[in-house]
T-cell receptor, first 117, second 110 residues
């Protein structure tokens, strides 16, 4: 049981390049999330998904797109990378069930460290 | 507008209990208190959460005051591997996101 797996672990991009970050979970979780963490700061929600085929914007969605074509995968895309997107990106998932979202514990991956030059 | 206030840092001796305070004076009746930690260069790890009763699991205990305006996370026997940033988070019933503040940097010393 691997939990939440993120690939790649590290990446360096040039300004204007595009890339896709992959998040995969093997826990049959309904909800999945993408956060970013900048130095000395807490995590901020980029986008999230409450089920296969659905996505929604979080706090800082600009410059990113996401897709959830399969329940176990959540992709984060950068169409034209900018230096401001240099960050550590974390994916999380939470289990199905309760209508009270606050009870849904989120489990995180190890992160992808992205530098945009 | 931060919902929680935590000390910036604290030290703890290995083998002793670590008591981490958190103030959340504006918490409303249906908001939960969550604790996560982040060990250097790793993803956040769930520790414990509660609404109003004290909670205990294999990692820690959570003590919430009767008025719910503050709470304490207790690591009963701190080890060097507990060195991390600890985040106290107040989460609304229908809040998808976890709002991480600056947290408390806990250093466990031998």
């Amino acid at each position: 049981n691997a939990g939440v797996t993120q690939t790649p672990k590290f990446r360096v991009l040039k300004t204007g390049q595009s890339m896709t970050l992959l998040c995969a979970q093997d826990m049959n979780h309904e909800y999945m999330y993408w956060y970013r963490q900048d130095p000395g700061m807490g995590l901020r929600l980029i986008h999230y998904s409450v089920g296969e085929g659905t996505t929604a914007k979080g706090e800082v969605p600009d410059g990113y797109n996401v897709s959830r074509l399969k329940k176990q995968n959540f992709l984060l895309g950068l169409e034209s990378a900018a230096p401001s997107q240099t960050s550590v990106y974390f994916c999380a998932s939470s289990p199905p069930g309760t209508l009270i979202l606050a009870k849904n514990i989120q489990y995180f991956g190890a992160g992808t460290r992205l530098s945009v030059l | 507008d931060a919902k929680t206030t935590q000390p910036t840092s604290m030290d703890c001796a290995e083998g002793r209990a670590a008591n981490l305070p958190c103030n959340h004076s504006t918490i409303s009746g249906n908001e939960y208190v969550y604790w996560y930690r982040q060990i250097h260069s790793q993803g956040p790890q769930y520790i414990i959460h509660g609404l109003k009763n004290n909670e205990t699991n294999e990692m820690a205990s959570l003590i919430i005051t009767e008025d719910r305006k503050s709470s304490t996370l207790i690591l009963p026997h701190a080890t060097l591997r507990d060195t991390a940033v600890y985040y106290c988070i107040v989460r609304s019933l229908n809040d998808y996101k976890l709002s991480f503040g600056a947290g408390t940097t806990v250093t466990v010393r031998a």
